[in-house]
């Protein structure tokens, strides 16, 4: 896949920047999850309260996708990176200094956080403006990466608030994050191409093409269920098998680990197939194992087999999807991204959300399952419906790049 043509085409070090930068805000984006059942120990949560806990810095992400999609596109990603970063920096030190002594304030913490998850709309402009569009699925691919994040928090999180105290976790993860502002200052660098600024209406003008509504529903439901079940598995495997927490993260860990190592791999197999053929792959996979995972299995391992391939499913559907992205709207890919990240974060709560009700009002997590493998399918229909339509039509406004566009 790294090939030499490949790293000649664009900015490796701006590149290599946006994962890390990526990487670690995703790791405090979903820090609430891992720390979830030390959270509710704390403050006696019930599942539904668990699942709205999880799920709104994931909400909060998606609205502040918009925002930072369109300050993308008007100051550039690394300005605009820069701005987010010290933000979540301040919520952190200010949650640990001061302390988080009710639910309310852990919500309130959850928005902020949801900063970290805007990281999206910054990083992937960041780095796709460096690449020609016969690599953009690969580019993509390599920067999205960094939402296996989502895995440093679940695999260090729980270990460490057993040592330490949940809140002063919260203390600890500034400090990787401090990093990662240092690296993003001295070595990310905005691509010389960058678009002229526009006035606020003009960015939004995307949402009257069917396209940008449709890629915003395919994202919703791949990295939508994966930062869905990034947030909620370490909660999941330790009530439903009774893990401790330490161990439940370990789990998690490797499904996160797992499927943000796909997604490069999604994102390639899409330049050469195209991503609409990937991604039906994709959704009829992860539907199946979605629909297992509805049912309570016989042991742990079943249960982490399974999730294993949903996860891997999910996220190279993630890839595959931003090998469509910039295809179509190369020009606008800043504030593209911003609003199809922002329908990922939205899919994410309901699907975060839709756990921790189901759990409460049957005492099962099947229905919250079921209900987005369901969608998976409907995503797979919008797919086999619109194929036809998207190959015949892109590469006629690609105009003088259509030969390189694959859908």
């Not at 979540?88 to 959850?110: D, E, M, P, T």
């Not at 197999?269 to 629909?291: H, S």
């Not at 469509?324 to 800043?334: D, K, V, Y």
């Amino acid at each position: 896949m790294l090939n030499r043509s490949f790293l000649k085409a664009g900015h490796t070090p701006t590149l290599l920047s946006a994962f890390f930068y990526f990487d670690l805000s995703f790791m405090v984006w979903v820090i609430l999850g891992p720390l979830g059942v030390a959270i509710s120990k704390s403050f006696h949560l019930d599942p539904a309260q668990k699942g709205l806990m999880v799920a709104t810095p994931l909400l909060a992400g998606a609205f502040l996708r918009l925002v930072f999609g369109v300050l993308v596109d008007h100051i550039g990603p690394k300005l605009t990176g820069v701005i987010g970063q010290l933000i979540v920096l301040a919520g952190l030190g200010l949650a640990w200094f001061l302390g988080v002594h009710s639910y309310n304030q852990v919500l309130i913490l959850a928005c902020v956080l949801g900063v970290a998850g805007a990281s999206f709309a910054v990083a992937l402009p960041l780095a796709s403006r460096w690449y020609p569009p016969e690599y953009q699925g690969l580019a993509l691919g390599i920067a999205g990466a960094g939402n296996s994040g989502t895995a440093l928090a679940a695999l260090f999180a729980p270990t460490l608030a057993k040592a330490f105290g949940w809140n002063n976790v919260l203390g600890m993860a500034a400090l990787p994050l401090l990093c990662a502002l240092v690296v993003f200052l001295f070595f990310a660098k905005d691509a010389p191409n960058r678009p002229a600024p526009k006035r606020l209406m003009q960015y939004l003008e995307v949402l009257k093409t069917p396209d940008a509504w449709w890629l915003m529903f395919l994202y919703s439901v791949t990295f939508g269920g994966f930062s869905g079940l990034a947030s909620s598995l370490t909660i999941y495997f330790a009530g439903e098998y009774g893990l401790n927490p330490i161990v439940a993260g370990f789990f998690t860990a490797a499904c996160v680990f797992f499927g943000s190592a796909v997604r490069p791999v999604g994102g390639a197999v899409a330049d050469r197939i195209g991503g609409v053929r990937t991604l039906m792959g994709v959704y009829a996979l992860a539907a199946c194992a979605l629909a297992v995972a509805s049912f309570h299995l016989a042991g742990p391992a079943a249960g982490l087999a399974v999730l294993l391939v949903a996860m891997g499913a999910l996220g190279a559907g993630n890839g595959a999807v931003f090998q469509l992205a910039p295809q179509r709207f190369g020009a606008e890919i800043g504030v593209i991204t911003g609003l199809v990240g922002a329908m990922g974060g939205v899919g994410g709560f309901y699907l975060a959300t839709t756990l921790g009700v189901a759990k409460k009002a049957t005492g099962s997590y099947q229905a919250g399952f079921l209900g987005f493998a369901a969608l998976a399918l409907v995503a797979l229909a919008a797919l086999v419906a619109l194929k036809s339509h998207w190959r015949a039509r892109w590469p006629q406004i690609a105009g003088a790049q259509a030969a390189t566009v694959r859908v």
